[in-house]
């Protein structure tokens, strides 16, 4: 399994940006896609998470209300809408993903509950 973020880039606080995250390679026919954040020397925050292909979402309390994350027309795309952004929300994203639904994870925030994952891609807030 292959994931391959994309998306981010610097916007100014109280901007958007639209991330997305393609996945090729999955051979069963239910997995979730995470996304999670990572700040310069500090661990990895899961943020968000749908389950394919039933749409079942779990978002953190952190960006409840501002980010959406969503599939597109091929199920194999998956995108994290963040809007009205602050600079706390610089980070570096990660798109994950593993071949279980969402109502399998136990933590679906947690890392250990992902088998693949992307190089992540870096958003910047100005303020």
């Known amino acids: 399994v292959q994931l391959v973020e994309s998306g981010g880039g610097l916007v100014q606080t109280g901007g958007s940006l639209r991330l997305s995250c393609t996945a090729s390679?999955?051979?069963?026919?239910?997995?979730?896609i995470g996304w999670f954040r990572q700040v310069r020397g500090g661990r990895r925050e899961g943020i968000a998470s749908?389950?394919?292909?039933?749409?079942?979402?779990y978002y953190a309390d952190s960006i409840k209300g501002r980010f959406t994350i969503s599939t597109g027309h091929a199920r194999n795309t998956v995108y994290l809408q963040m809007n009205a952004l602050e600079p706390e929300d610089t980070a570096v994203y990660y798109c994950?993903?593993?071949?279980?639904?969402?109502?399998?994870?136990?933590?679906?925030?947690?890392?250990?509950?992902?088998?693949?994952w992307g190089r992540g891609t870096q958003v910047t807030v100005s303020s």
């Open positions: 994950a993903a593993d071949d279980a639904p969402l109502r399998d994870l136990i933590e679906p925030e947690a890392e250990y509950e992902y088998e693949w």
């Open positions: 390679g999955f051979t069963v026919g239910e997995f979730v």
């Open positions: 749908i389950s394919i292909p039933d749409g079942n979402t």
